[in-house]
C-alpha cells in the first residue's frame, strides 16, 4: 500500500491537513476452484523492501516456506527512489540515492519500466496511486490482489499442496484467536501502521499533533499488552506480530525523525517491552531478520519524499547500543540490492554488545586487559592473506583462521597436536572473551597460624554448632593422668585446658 512521489504531498491531504489513505482496488483471492488457481509459475511478487505494507507478504512468504520452491512465487523488487511516476524497475533518472531492485525479471513483460504499465495491463482505466505489494497473474496478465492485509491470509494456505509438508495446514490467523487478531488491528492499524504516515503527511500543526499523540498512545498500549509475553497473543506467532513489526521496525532509523513521531525512541525505557518483543523477532526469526533491509528503507525515505527532506541526506541512524533491529552497519553488510538473500547471517560479537546494551561494561571491564594483537600474527592453515595469486592470475579468497592457536600459543599450557581439535573446545572461545588478570599466588600457613585457627577454648563463647561441654569432659576422662603431670607446684587452680580439634580422632 506504499506509493507516495516526491511532490504530491498534498494530494493525498485533506483539506483539514489530515492524511488520507487510498483503497486498494484488487481484491482477488488464489484459491481452488476460483479464477485465480494454485499453480506452480503463473505467479509473481512485486514489492519493495523499504515498504512496511510490502515487508507484510515477504515476512508471510519466508515463513511458509515459499522462497524454497523453484517458481512458486518469485521476487519482483523495484528500485527504492519513488519518483513522480511512481516505482520503476528501470534506472531512474535522479541525482539522489537509489538502490536498485531486481529490474523487470517478469516473462514477456520485460518493456514494462514502471509498476503503472502492470496496472494499467489490469485495468486500463486506473487512475489511482500504482502501490506495492502487487500479486501479480503472468497467466492471465493481471493484478490479483493489491491489499496486503487481505493478501497475507490467502498466502496461508493457498500453496499448501507445493509446500514443506512442516508448514502445510500453519496459518497465522487461526479461527480460535481470529477476535483477538481482529480487535488488535482495530486500533493497532489507524494509530501505529497508518499512524505514523498520519504524523509524516500532516500539512496543519493540528493534524500533526493529533496524529502524533494517538501514535504514542497505541504504542504505550502495544507495550503494556506484551509485558510478559514472547508474542503479542501469548505464546503464538501470528499476523498481529507481523503487521505490528514492519511498522515497529522502522520507527527508530526513520519515523522517529522522518516523520516527526520524536516524543521518545522505541529502544528508550518507556518501551522496553515493545523493544524487547523487536529484538526477538529480528533476531531469532530469519523470517524478520531476513526480509528486513535498512539500506533500502533508509534510502527510499529519505530520498523519495522532497518536501520533507529536501536535501537527500540520509540520517547516520541512532546509536546502536540496545536496538537489536538498528544495528545498521550490521544489516547494510547482509542486505542484497536483488533477491538472493543470504541464507544465513554471521553476527560479530561485538554486534550482539551492542545489541544488548553492554558496549560500556565491555569498555570498562574488558577492553583495558585485551593483549595488543601482534604486529606480524603467525599464519595458519586457510587463513593466508588475500594477495596469494591462483593461478591465472586469479586472487585467492579471502577465508578466516581455522582454529584459534594463534591466540592462544604463548599461554602456559600445550596446545593439542593436531590444531584441528582447537575447532572444538569451548573453553578457548571462552577464555578469548574475558579479560586477563593476575593470579595471586596461595602461600601455605604455618603450623602455629593452623593450631589457633583450628583450637576451641571450652571456657570461651561456645562456636556455632559445637558443644564445647563435651570437648572438655572428653578431655578430662582421657587424659587425667597428662593433666597431673603438666601442672605447676605453685597453682592454686589449674589452668582451663585448650582442646585442639584438629588432633582429636573421636567424633564430636
Known amino acids: 500500500m506504499s506509493s507516495h512521489s516526491n511532490d504530491n ?31 506452480i509459475g503463473r505467479y509473481k511478487l512485486i514489492v519493495s523492501y523499504a515498504c512496511p505494507w510490502a515487508h507484510r507478504a515477504l515476512i508471510v512468504r519466508k515463513l511458509k516456506k515459499m522462497d524454497q520452491v523453484p517458481d512458486l512465487l518469485p521476487l519482483t523488487v523495484v528500485n527504492t527512489f519513488l519518483g513522480a511516476k511512481g516505482w520503476s524497475l528501470e534506472d531512474p533518472d535522479t541525482d539522489r540515492i537509489n538502490i536498485r531492485g531486481t529490474g523487470n525479471n517478469i516473462s514477456g513483460r520485460e518493456k514494462w519500466h514502471y509498476l503503472r504499465d502492470f496496472y494499467l495491463a489490469a485495468d486500463p482505466n486506473y487512475q489511482q496511486r500504482p502501490t506495492v505489494p502487487v500479486f501479480w497473474d503472468n497467466k492471465l496478465g493481471t493484478i490479483v490482489n493489491n491489499e496486503s492485509a487481505e493478501m497475507i491470509r490467502f498466502m496461508n494456505n493457498c500453496f499448501d499442496e507445493f509446500l514443506p509438508e512442516d508448514v502445510r495446514g500453519v496459518t497465522y490467523y487461526p479461527e480460535d484467536l481470529r477476535p483477538e487478531i481482529d480487535d488488535f488491528h482495530s486500533w493497532v492499524y489507524p494509530n501505529i501502521n497508518n499512524g505514523v504516515y498520519r504524523s509524516g503527511f ?18 504505550d498500549r502495544a507495550d503494556a499488552l506484551l509485558q510478559g509475553k514472547r508474542y503479542v497473543l501469548g505464546d503464538r506467532l501470528t499476523e498481529a506480530d507481523i503487521r505490528l513489526y514492519t511498522t515497529i521496525v522502522r520507527f527508530d532509523p526513520v519515523y522517529f525523525g522522518h516523520f516527526k513521531c520524536n516524543a521518545a525512541e522505541l529502544r528508550s525505557p518507556r518501551f522496553t517491552n515493545l523493544h524487547n518483543w523487536l529484538r526477538k523477532l529480528y533476531w531469532l526469526d530469519p523470517a524478520f531478520n531476513e526480509t528486513t533491509d535498512f539500506a533500502s528503507i533508509k534510502a527510499h525515505y529519505y530520498a523519495s519524499h522532497v518536501l520533507i527532506n529536501p536535501t537527500g541526506i540520509r540520517t547516520d541512524g541512532a546509536s546502536t547500543e540496545g536496538h537489536g533491529a538498528e544495528v545498521e552497519h550490521l544489516a547494510e ?16 560479537t561485538g554486534d550482539m554488545l551492542e545489541l544488548f546494551g553492554l558496549m560500556p561494561l565491555y569498555d570498562r571491564a574488558v577492553r583495558p586487559y585485551q593483549r595488543p594483537e601482534p604486529s606480524n600474527p603467525p599464519t595458519m592453515p586457510g587463513s593466508e592473506p588475500d ?5 591465472d592470475g586469479e586472487q585467492k579468497r579471502l577465508t ?20 584441528g581439535a582447537m575447532r572444538h573446545q569451548r573453553e578457548l572461545t571462552q577464555l578469548l572473551m ?12 604455618d603450623q602455629d597460624t593452623l593450631q589457633s585457627a ?55
Open 9 to 39: 504531498k498534498k494530494a493525498f491531504a485533506a483539506p483539514d491537513g489530515k492524511y488520507k489513505r487510498q483503497v486498494s482496488a484488487f481484491r482477488d483471492v488464489v484459491e481452488k476452484g476460483g479464477k485465480f488457481e494454485p499453480e
Open 202 to 219: 500532516a500539512t496543519t500543526e493540528e493534524a500533526y499533533s493529533e496524529a502524533a499523540e494517538q501514535v504514542f498512545e497505541a504504542l
Open 333 to 348: 553488510k547482509v542486505s542484497k540490492r536483488n533477491d538472493k538473500r543470504p541464507e544465513t547471517q554471521q553476527v560479530r
Open 387 to 391: 594477495s596469494v595469486p591462483k593461478k
Open 400 to 419: 578466516l583462521p581455522k582454529t584459534f592457536v594463534h591466540y592462544v600459543e604463548d599461554l602456559p599450557v600445550r596446545p593439542p597436536k593436531r590444531t
Open 434 to 445: 574475558k579479560p586477563e588478570y593476575t593470579y595471586t599466588p596461595i602461600v601455605p600457613f
Open 454 to 508: 583450628f583450637t576451641v577454648d571450652p571456657g570461651s563463647q561456645p562456636a556455632l554448632g559445637i558443644d564445647t561441654s563435651l570437648l572438655e569432659a572428653d578431655e578430662l576422662d582421657a587424659n587425667a593422668a597428662k593433666k597431673k603431670k603438666h601442672a605447676l607446684p605453685d597453682q592454686t587452680e589449674p589452668p582451663k585446658k585448650r582442646v585442639v580439634l584438629i588432633s582429636k580422632k573421636k567424633r564430636l
